[in-house]
């Protein structure tokens, strides 16, 4: 079980990343203030891990392709999957109040930063 696991999350995550790849970067919103280029840290690889994460993507991408072209294991997958979305459903019904407090808490203290930025006092329901 724990291999079919694998399986899913691998071909899962060679899903997603060439789903990444394919993200455009928005346009940046105009301000008043304008930054230097240069003011970012430009993070660059070691060519050690620049390998690593090449041949993890090549593995990924292979491990995919057979999910893809073998029926048992994608038969597998998806059962894997279909456990993945009973249990979040699960986890969310036995725990719907508890999230409903916690965004109810989250929009109580936005209310109140927004107010107190804006010099109001906030409104209480």
Request: charged share 20%; hydrophobic share 45%.
């Amino acid at each position: 079980m724990r291999f079919i696991r694998s399986i899913f999350a691998l071909s899962s995550l060679s899903l997603a990343l060439p789903l990444g790849a394919q993200v455009r970067e928005k346009q940046p919103a105009k301000s008043a203030i304008t930054l230097p280029l240069g003011d970012s840290l430009d993070l660059k690889p070691s060519p050690e891990l620049q390998k690593a994460l090449d041949e993890l993507g090549a593995a990924v991408q292979a491990l995919a392709l057979r999910v893809a072209n073998d029926s048992q294991l994608r038969a597998a997958a998806l059962q894997v999957a279909t456990g993945f979305v009973v249990t979040a459903q699960q986890v969310v019904t036995d725990n719907s109040a508890v999230i409903q407090e916690a965004l109810k808490t989250a929009a109580e203290r936005i209310a109140t930063v927004e107010a107190t930025r804006k010099g109001q006092t906030p409104k209480r329901q």
